[in-house]
């Protein structure tokens, strides 16, 4: 059945994204995640129209990487719901890529380079279907846009801190997704992967790919993304940066870790309050036809 039609059937008129916003890309309607019964995201909505772009800020144990294991399914909600171009979480789940927080891989599995970005495609091939020539060319493609096509064949444990990430960002573009969740790329990675994780986050903007990223970096969030969703367990505010990052919404979310608010130049104390991460967090999503009709539709 083509996908426009199981959205156009599906999709419940709650879903409606209202005027101006165009088709809702991602809802998510009034989550709570807990560990151990401990809320770390309460009462957590927002939406995301196809084609948006917005950084996640709050400081550490705010519930950041939280949010972004929820939006893949690695967490299980107590309460609330997310949909993915109208339906619920695993129907689309190949179209929504996510770049877990450098901290939460085990980058010491021995795997090339090249196996790492061709996951990316497993989403599309069918049950035990080997990676074709469009997957293979789509693999060296991604790579190439990333700069890392002469490392395909090293072992990804032998890689800078850089250059893992990069080749986790030619996976996730492998994948050919439609929703891109980038958790703290810019944490811990030297001056040229921040460079290139900002070229590649506008070419995805003029294919209108909807991003979601989170960083503690307020000057960042604040100069290169249009809108902003401040959160410290719940959402303190969300929209566009100079309306988010004022004075009285950082203090609620910071608190005393806050040291200076002057117009745009935002400095915090990321010192305190940081949790340990735990463990290798890492999936590959699967599904197969949501995505490609839903491409054809692009
Ligand atoms: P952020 O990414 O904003 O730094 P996290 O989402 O990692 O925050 O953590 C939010 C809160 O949840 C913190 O208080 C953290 O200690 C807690 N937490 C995170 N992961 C786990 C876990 N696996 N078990 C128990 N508590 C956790
Ligand atoms: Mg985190």
């Not at 950041?64 to 929820?70: C, I, M, V």
């Not at 877990?100 to 279907?129: A, K």
């Not at 994780?197 to 960083?215: N, P």
């Not at 309050?273 to 539709?297: N, P």
Request: proline content about 5%; charged content about 30%; hydrophobic content about 40%.
């Amino acid at each position: 059945m083509p996908l426009n039609d199981t959205i156009a059937i599906k999709k419940p008129k709650a879903q409606d994204p209202g005027p101006g916003l165009g088709e809702a890309r991602l809802d998510v309607e009034g989550i709570t995640v807990a560990y151990e019964g401990r809320p770390a995201l309460r009462d957590f909505s927002f939406r995301l129209p196809r084609g948006a772009r917005a950084a996640v800020v709050g400081p550490n144990g705010a519930g950041k990487s939280t949010l972004f294991k929820a939006l893949v399914g690695l967490l299980p909600l107590e309460k609330g719901r997310i949909l993915v171009h109208g339906l619920p979480l695993g129907a689309h789940q190949d179209c929504v890529a996510y770049l877990p927080q450098r901290e939460n891989v085990d980058w010491n599995f021995p795997v090339t380079v090249r196996d790492v970005v061709t996951m990316g495609r497993f989403g599309h091939l069918g049950w035990l279907e080997r990676p074709g020539k469009r997957d293979r060319a789509l693999v060296m493609d991604s790579l190439a846009q990333m700069g890392m096509e002469a490392l395909a064949d090293r072992s990804i444990n032998e890689l800078s801190g850089g250059q893992q990430q990069r080749v986790f960002l030619a996976r996730a573009l492998a994948q050919e997704p439609h929703i891109f969740l980038m958790d703290e790329p810019f944490n811990g990675v030297d001056r040229g992967t921040v460079e290139a994780t900002m070229a590649l986050l506008d070419r995805l903007k003029r294919d209108g790919v909807t991003v979601l990223i989170s960083t503690h970096d307020l000057n960042l969030a604040a100069e290169r993304f249009e809108r902003v969703l401040l959160l410290n367990k719940e959402l303190i505010a969300d929209g566009p940066a100079a309306e988010v990052l004022r004075e009285g919404n950082l203090a609620k979310a910071f608190g005393s870790a806050l040291l200076v608010s002057e117009g745009r130049r935002l400095l915090v104390d990321e010192c305190c309050g940081g949790h340990e991460d735990r463990g290798h967090e890492e999936r590959v999503h699967g599904g197969k036809e949501a995505c490609d009709d839903e491409e054809a539709r692009r």
